[in-house]
């Protein structure tokens, strides 16, 4: 089978294409041929060793798993010995989580895993692109203990976090500023943003406003500047923090008193089955921005690096 590996961390280039064995199965698993996956900021990040102390999970010296992909979407092909939730020939897609290895065209994964059917109004390549931003929204979302009509200004709204954060905020009856370059203000309206914002206004002295609860999706905006639009008893939300950014923030919530929730989310098979029922009747959409095929995978992380993609970004493994 073909396979993307990283030997080394590094730039884009250290991706390369292997041939592997086709994995068999063990207890509890089931074996997926791989449809689709993506490329999300997780996958760069790790690549890179974005901050340097991430070397400490996934490998001091060279990573440990050289096999990165978080999503996947394809079909069962294979189960394991006790296996009972799945059988051969089901549509599943869901998240591979920190075993990653998504990035091939076999993949074995426990049954218990983050995965689920895919039910048949859900493309594999939709499947593939809606676990990271919908888990990762609706995680953050819960946490927050909204109340209907509350107000929020999602940072970096165009991103897979954001365009996800956007709909399941509205869902939840949240009234929504959605920050995001002049260019995705319709992509962002048409997701159901109630206002709109380019970077360089939120950060200007005419706005002035306050939010329920700032949700920062990219870690591109300074504490400082989320904490000048937060109401009294409000919530900031910091997505793509830094470790660095992590520590001052829990430093700024235990000297302060503020409500700031950041650090590793918790995705869930619950959240997972939640997301899907609302993309099955169209309530939520999943948004992407391009395909490329496996073979050019280094493209497909140099675009998604530089920060400007709308939404996801899908791989396609098999034809």
Request: glycine residues 8%; contains cysteine; aromatic residues 10%.
């Amino acid at each position: 089978m073909k396979v993307i590996t990283y030997r080394n961390y590094g730039p884009p280039e250290v991706l390369k294409l292997e041939e592997w064995e086709i994995p068999t199965p063990k207890k509890n698993e089931i074996r997926i041929k791989n449809y689709n996956t993506t490329v999300n900021s997780g996958d760069w990040r790790i690549r890179k060793a974005d901050p340097k102390l991430a070397k400490l999970y996934f490998g001091i010296f060279n990573p440990k798993k050289p096999v990165l992909g978080l999503s996947i979407s394809g079909v069962v092909e294979a189960v394991g010995e006790n296996v009972t939730k799945f059988k051969i020939g089901d549509k599943v897609f869901g998240s591979a989580g920190m075993q990653m290895g998504a990035y091939a065209e076999y993949v074995c994964i426990k049954e218990s895993s983050v995965i689920t059917i895919l039910p048949k109004e859900i493309s594999f390549s939709e499947g593939a692109a809606l676990p990271f931003g919908s888990l990762t929204a609706l995680d953050f979302l819960q946490k927050c203990n909204l109340q209907k009509n509350q107000t929020m200004i999602i940072y970096g709204a165009s991103s897979s976090v954001g365009t996800a954060a956007i709909q399941l905020a509205k869902h939840f009856g949240i009234v929504v500023t959605a920050v995001c370059s002049k260019g995705n203000f319709q992509l962002v309206k048409s997701l159901g943003a109630d206002f709109v914002m380019d970077y360089e206004t939120f950060f200007s002295e005419s706005h002035n406003k306050k939010y329920d609860v700032v949700f920062e999706c990219v870690g591109k905006s300074p504490i400082t500047s989320n904490l000048l639009h937060l109401s009294e008893g409000g919530v900031l939300v910091l997505v793509g923090a830094s470790f660095k950014e992590m520590f001052r923030a829990a430093w700024i919530s235990l000297t302060k008193g503020i409500n700031i929730k950041f650090g590793p989310i918790a995705e869930t098979l619950e959240n997972l089955n939640y997301v899907t029922e609302l993309t099955r009747k169209g309530i939520f959409k999943v948004v992407i921005d391009r395909s490329f095929p496996l073979e050019t995978m280094v493209e497909a992380h140099r675009y998604v690096e530089a920060g400007h993609k709308k939404g996801n970004v899908v791989i396609d493994i098999s034809n």
